[in-house]
């Protein structure tokens, strides 16, 4: 079955860098997009960032865009989120997601907390 774990979260500094992975299996990886979404408590998830599947073409929130940068290695069923000069509004559980046959697939989520 389709799984997906994140890994990499944590407490960080404002200004601070963190590097998100999810490990993907259950499906052939490098034949989808994938996406990080993020949610705070009371608010629905957000799409923070997205590739495609071969890794060519991603995409941001505007929130997000020179700060954080999404990336895959398909030889590791891989995806990344690296993210820099974080802010006390990042912070929120993180989730790596597909769509695979037409059924969302989430992972449990890692929580990056930013304060000081």
């Known amino acids: 079955q389709v799984q997906l774990v994140e890994s990499g979260g944590g407490l960080v500094q404002p200004g601070g860098s963190l590097r998100l992975s999810c490990v993907a299996s259950?499906?052939?990886?490098?034949?989808?997009?994938m996406r990080w979404y993020r949610q705070t408590p009371g608010k629905s998830r957000e799409l923070v960032a997205g590739?495609?599947?071969?890794?060519?073409?991603?995409n941001y929130a505007d929130s997000v865009k020179s700060r954080f940068t999404i990336s895959r290695d398909n030889a590791k069923n891989t995806v990344y989120l690296q993210m820099n000069s974080l802010k006390p509004e990042d912070t929120a559980v993180y989730y790596c997601?597909?769509?695979?046959?037409?059924?969302?697939?989430w992972g449990q989520g890692t929580q990056v907390t930013v304060s000081s």
């Open positions: 997601n597909v769509v695979w046959w037409n059924v969302a697939y």
């Open positions: 259950g499906f052939i990886f490098s034949n989808y997009y």
């Open positions: 590739i495609s599947s071969g890794g060519g073409n991603t």
